[in-house]
């Protein structure tokens, strides 16, 4: 008997439970991130000095003369969590090759899912290889945030069949929420601009982007401006929608994106503090996982 043939006769995961690894790969594509912003805040970023092992001839934290055992299990945690990350990506992409009868876009995203994990960790390794270049740092978060958002879009697959989407309202509110998204790029790029120009490199050996921090900052806040304007106006065509779901996911968005801008606010006029730093990533993988949300919500398929 072939493995196809074995696989075809494995009984498929309940939806509630496919569902259920679709969530968790949302929520630790997100902490990965977060756990990231951890190892910068606290100098952790070279306390392992290669990858993949820590150090040379050594896979795991050892006694060095430069770096902090801490620090460097920090980073090594940092490392192990990817795993973990690994792991429940592989069993989100099983449970949707499994189901049937078959959905190559649900089989797609997950299939994306592992294969991102892989990816990370290869650009996580040129990040050190580089010793935590700006640039690298920020391709870094932003192959999280394109993660996140395709995480989100795998949750919703979970119960859509592979038609086409079937937009709600009227063309305007579909061509408004591809603007937002984005300026939702935009903004988030901007952000790893104000990081680069920051204090908090991961290392202190680390050079950082030669442009006045308070320049980036007041850009990034432009762009989240502008965001909010276009998150007004779709607000205003939801409301002649008339979809409650859809008004739902606006109102959480809305939330989510207010409560993140005035933590930025509020980083900035403190003087970027390690907990806010983490705390604003956070909030950063919050808005997408909304933002996300709203788009798949407002471009709906057929019910599997």
């Not at 460097?72 to 940092?78: A, K, P, R």
Request: proline fraction near 5%; hydrophobic fraction near 55%; charge should be positive.
């Amino acid at each position: 008997m072939s493995l196809k043939t074995r696989l075809d006769t494995v009984r498929p995961l309940s939806r509630r439970t496919q569902r259920s690894l679709a969530w968790a790969v949302v929520v630790t594509q997100a902490l990965i991130a977060v756990t990231g912003s951890i190892v910068r805040v606290t100098g952790s970023g070279l306390a392992c000095t290669t990858w993949p092992e820590c150090h040379p001839g050594s896979m795991v934290p050892t006694e060095h003369p430069e770096y902090a055992d801490l620090n460097q299990w920090i980073e090594f945690g940092n490392r192990l969590f990817t795993g973990v990350v690994g792991l429940i990506a592989f069993a989100a992409f099983a449970a949707a090759y499994l189901d049937r009868p078959r959905r190559s876009r649900y089989v797609r995203l997950a299939l994306i899912m592992p294969i991102g994990v892989a990816v990370q960790a290869v650009i996580g390794g040129i990040t050190v290889r580089f010793d935590l270049l700006w640039w690298t740092v920020a391709v870094h978060f932003m192959a999280s945030a394109v993660m996140v958002w395709l995480a989100v879009l795998l949750v919703y697959a979970v119960d859509e069949q592979d038609g086409p989407p079937r937009p709600v309202g009227p063309p305007v509110l579909g061509r408004t929420l591809q603007a937002m998204a984005a300026l939702l790029v935009a903004l988030l790029i901007a952000g790893t601009f104000v990081t680069g120009a920051g204090p908090h490199a991961g290392d202190a050996l680390t050079p950082r982007l030669d442009v006045e921090l308070e320049t980036m900052a007041h850009v990034h806040a432009a762009f989240l401006y502008a965001f909010l304007g276009l998150l007004v106006a779709v607000g205003l065509m939801l409301r002649r929608v008339g979809s409650r779901r859809l008004w739902r996911h606006y109102i959480v968005l809305v939330a989510v994106v207010l409560a993140q801008g005035a933590l930025g606010f509020t980083q900035f006029a403190l003087g970027v503090p390690e907990l806010l730093v983490a705390l604003h990533v956070l909030g950063a993988m919050a808005v997408i996982v909304a933002a996300a949300a709203l788009w798949s919500a407002a471009h709906p398929r057929e019910r599997a």
